[in-house]
């Protein structure tokens, strides 16, 4: 069975702060997703990395896949009330290919 | 508004009842899954259809009974629950399913079920 380990689990910080969140895991992934989902909504998903050592940046968000595709993180700069929600790891493996998630990192930006 | 529809939003269900959970999706896509959301744990894969075929049962109780008539529906049939089973139900759906690894999945806003 392939796990995902978010930290933290949980996250308050101040608008205008940087955090970073992390998904580890001891399984090797051919892909890896984030995705934030706010209160009475699904998941939205916000990335995919392919390759390790992969860089992605959207806005203000910057996506790192491992060198070893184990683990990822995701790193926001400035952050926002608007960026306030449950931030998801997911993994593609396995011969079906399914998406395994993280337990999820629940982030409050406050004003 | 992502193009997959759930409904209801929320339901409320004794243990002895039967309801159905419906999930429409405007996008075109062959592969549509159901997922349990509960607090404090990850996201848990239930069924998968893929082009209407089931392609991955994860050990789900008989109480809960999908149905696909369609690319574009799904279904899942509930009859007997437990207490254990109140939970954000998700839908979602891809362009097919075992894609390669940058197919993306789209999801419904959910159902949320209290089993009393």
């Known amino acids: 069975t392939q796990l995902l380990e978010q930290s933290p689990q949980f996250l308050s910080i101040q608008e205008g702060e940087n955090l970073t969140v992390y998904c580890n895991s001891s399984s090797v992934f051919s892909s890896l997703q984030w995705y934030r989902q706010e209160p009475g909504e699904g998941p939205v998903l916000l990335v995919t990395v392919v390759t390790g050592g992969e860089v992605k940046k959207l806005k203000r968000l910057t996506f790192q896949f491992g060198d070893a595709r184990k683990d990822s993180s995701l790193h926001i700069t400035a952050a926002q009330p608007g960026d306030t929600g449950l931030y998801l790891c997911a993994g593609v493996g396995g011969s079906a290919r399914q998406l395994t998630f993280g337990s999820g990192t629940q982030l409050t930006v406050l004003p | ?116």
């Open chain 2, 1 to 116: 508004e992502t193009g997959v529809t759930q409904t209801p939003r929320h339901l409320v269900m004794g243990m002895t009842n039967k309801k159905s959970l419906k999930c429409e999706q405007h996008l075109g896509h062959n592969a549509m899954y159901w997922y349990k959301q509960s607090a404090k744990k990850p996201l848990e894969l239930m069924f998968v259809y893929n082009f209407k075929e089931q392609t991955e049962n994860n050990s789900v109780p008989s109480r809960f009974s999908p149905e696909c008539p369609n690319s574009s529906h799904l279904f899942l049939h509930l009859h007997t629950l437990q207490p254990e089973d109140s939970a954000l139900y998700l839908c979602a759906s891809s362009l097919k399913a075992g894609g390669p690894p940058t197919y993306e999945q789209y999801f419904g806003p959910g159902t949320r079920l209290t089993v009393t």
